[in-house]
């Protein structure tokens, strides 16, 4: 993308940017840290109205560092990915230690679960830095104007065309015109303001561009969640600190494999991971496994903190209970 086409883009985005709870003038270093985190793999819609619960409770990156880990997770429940939850706490300990967010990328890359994106976006949004922030939106709009099939190449050729001193402001255009017109399928080319400069509209086939990612066949496993019952509660228990969903909430239940126990479920849950589909299998049982735990009223279940895995199960399971010859 030339520096007209570029010109064209900025213009464009200081009349049409999106209106966002974390785009705040100026632009404040925590909120634009924590938005980049909930955004990765999360869409704006879903991650607004738990980004302004989020700042709401922890208005500062002290406040959120001195929380206790479990309301972080439990605020983080649904939105999946808690990897990004425990790097979030571990990334606020350590940026509160040291006083305050540092301002340039290279130091920003060394915290805690900053990656390349985030360390970049952060950069150059919040501290004015020209870092080049390249995410799946960039690389889709990048393949189509210069008309490149890999996404990874596009991303990289895009990397020449942020203008001097406004890296922020260009990343945020770019992100904006992927998400509002320069769509993954049906992009809306006539409102697109460097449409002249488009090598896939050209080609007449922006929806080829960037070329499909291979799909993989994902892998199946099968996992037990115990079903404790005592008057109104049901055991929960708190998942290791490390792995999958670590430190949630959870049912409790043995490792997940890749054979279906032989057990009587009245109710099994199918779930998708980015890698696996599980088949988490309720099965009740008369006392709580041996281990920490703790009793949670059933009516209470919503302020547990359960990750979508584990709430669907429950749900699941409560309906077996009231309807019992409709269970699995
Ligand atoms: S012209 Fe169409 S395909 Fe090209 S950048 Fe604009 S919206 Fe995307």
Redesign the pocket.
Known sequence: MDATAANLLLDHHRDHARDLPWRMTPRDPYRTWLSEVMLQQTTVATVTPRFLRFVERWPTVEALAAAPDEEVLGEWAGLGYYARARNLIACACAVAARGGFPRTEGALRKLPGLGAYTAAAVAAIAFGEDAVAIDTNVER?AA??FGIGDRKAAGEAARGSFPAGRHGEFAEALMD?GAS??RPKA???P?????AQ?K??ALGS?EA?PAPKVKRVRPHRYGIAWWARRGDEVWLVRRPGSGLLGGMAALPGPEWGEERPAANAIAIHRHGFTHFTLDLMVVPCAEPPPGEGWWQPVGELASAGLPTLYRRAVEAALEAEREPRLAA
């Open positions: 709009v189509r104007v015109l017109i320069c992009p809306n080319c409102a697109c303001p460097i449409a488009c896939a509209r922006p561009f």
